[in-house]
């Protein structure tokens, strides 16, 4: 069983570069989002779909961007990387959107490091 | 605005010690709350959950009930096994779960040694 893929699991980019995290799931779930996890700072949201075409902004939105073009991929982009977007980022998903007294899914995450 | 607040860790315990972890939470109306735990080089997973008032969460021998009064939903473990080392992360859901955003809080290192 597949579940909530991420890929890369590790990237290192410099400041200014793009590039595009990559989550995919295979459990034909509606809702799928983005957290960032900091130390200290636990899990915070970033973006989040209810389905396909449908994107809505989290709690920490700026400088990535997101579209949901099918219900399997939600893939995470950020423009022009920083050096506060140094994070460990998980992709998560559940069956249904409007509910979160279902449990999320997540993917085993990418580290990411922007020098 | 909405909150949880978690214990710091790290937490380490011998095996078959009692583990709690404190967790407390700020929000209005009746929100639902949730355990997730983490363990090394995974995402994260659901323990347990309450959806209202009084209501006990349990699952592998973990417990938490949902404390309106004291606005608490402590994590507790009669017996801990090395297994369990992880992190763990108490989380709420605003309005009864009816919305699309989990908060969480700082998560709390638990290790157990043999």
């Known amino acids: 069983n597949a579940g909530v893929t991420q890929t890369p699991k590790f990237q290192v980019l410099k400041t200014g570069q793009s590039m595009t995290l990559q989550c995919a799931q295979d459990?034909?779930?509606?809702?799928m989002s983005w957290y960032r996890q900091d130390p200290g700072m636990g899990l915070r949201l970033i973006h989040y779909?209810?389905?396909?075409?449908?994107?809505d902004q989290g709690e920490v939105p700026n400088g990535y961007n997101v579209s949901r073009s099918t219900t399997e991929d939600f893939p995470l982009r950020l423009l022009s990387a920083a050096p506060s977007q140094t994070s460990v980022y998980f992709c998560?998903?559940?069956?249904?959107?409007?509910?979160?007294?279902?449990?999320?899914?997540f993917g085993s995450g990418t580290q990411l490091s922007v020098l | 605005g909405d909150s949880v607040t978690q214990m710091e860790g790290p937490v380490t315990l011998s095996e078959e010690a009692f583990l709690t972890i404190n967790c407390t939470y700020t929000?209005?109306?009746?929100?639902?709350l949730f355990w997730y735990v983490q363990y090394p080089g995974e995402g994260l997973q659901l323990l347990l959950k309450?959806?209202?008032?009084?209501d006990k969460g349990s699952n592998k021998g973990f417990e938490a009930t949902y404390r309106k009064e004291t606005t608490s939903f402590h994590l507790e473990k009669g017996s801990v096994q090395v297994s369990d080392s992880a992190v763990y992360f108490c989380?709420?859901?605003?309005?009864?779960?009816?919305?699309?955003?989990?908060?969480f809080g700082t998560g709390t290192l638990l290790a157990v040694q043999p």
């Open positions: 459990m034909n779930h509606e809702y």
């Open positions: 309450a959806t209202k008032a009084d």
């Open positions: 779909s209810v389905g396909a075409g449908i994107t």
């Open positions: 989380a709420l859901s605003p309005y009864g779960g009816a919305t699309n955003k989990l908060i």
């Open positions: 929000a209005t109306g009746y929100p639902s």
């Open positions: 998560a998903s559940k069956t249904r959107a409007a509910t979160t007294n279902e449990k999320l899914f």
